[in-house]
């Protein structure tokens, strides 16, 4: 990183979590880990990258459904374990088609909005 950014506390794995927050709504989007390359990207080119533990590859978010995330701000945490991304988000941030990830409560219970059809975007 250069001298202008703080240092970032990764952990053993090199890995940070990240929190997307719409930047206007304040709204939580969702949750992803990023690695030193994840956030020179996002910084390069002002689209969030994230690191897939899943898949142990490095992706930008919306490659593959269009919903990318315009990052106008990173935030670090006071022990710099944790980045905040300000986001503008096109269309909605979860794979599962709602705007949030969370958009459910612990009961189970729906209180988000269901923005896109994901059968219609992935193969799934």
């Given at each position: 990183?250069?001298?202008d950014?703080?240092?970032l506390?990764?952990?053993?794995?090199?890995?940070?979590?990240?929190?997307?927050?719409?930047?206007?709504s304040?709204e939580?989007?969702?949750?992803?880990?990023?690695?030193p390359?994840?956030?020179?990207r996002?910084?390069?080119?002002?689209?969030?990258?994230?690191?897939?533990?899943?898949?142990?590859e490095?992706?930008?978010?919306?490659?593959?459904?269009?919903?990318?995330?315009?990052?106008?701000?990173?935030?670090?945490?006071?022990d710099g374990?944790?980045?905040?991304?300000?986001?503008?988000?096109?269309g909605g941030?979860?794979h599962?088609?709602?705007?949030?990830?969370?958009?459910?409560?612990i009961?189970?219970?729906?209180?988000g909005?269901?923005?896109?059809d994901?059968?219609?975007?992935?193969?799934?």
């Amino acid at each position: 990183m250069s001298d202008d950014v703080p240092d970032l506390a990764f952990d053993e794995t090199d890995r940070l979590p990240a929190i997307a927050q719409d930047a206007d709504s304040g709204e939580v989007l969702m949750l992803a880990y990023v690695t030193p390359e994840a956030v020179e990207r996002t910084r390069e080119t002002g689209r969030a990258h994230y690191y897939s533990r899943s898949r142990e590859e490095l992706w930008e978010k919306g490659a593959t459904s269009g919903h990318v995330q315009h990052v106008r701000e990173i935030r670090v945490d006071c022990d710099g374990d944790t980045l905040l991304y300000l986001v503008d988000q096109e269309g909605g941030a979860c794979h599962t088609g709602y705007e949030s990830c969370f958009y459910r409560t612990i009961d189970g219970e729906v209180v988000g909005e269901q923005v896109f059809d994901p059968e219609a975007v992935y193969d799934e």
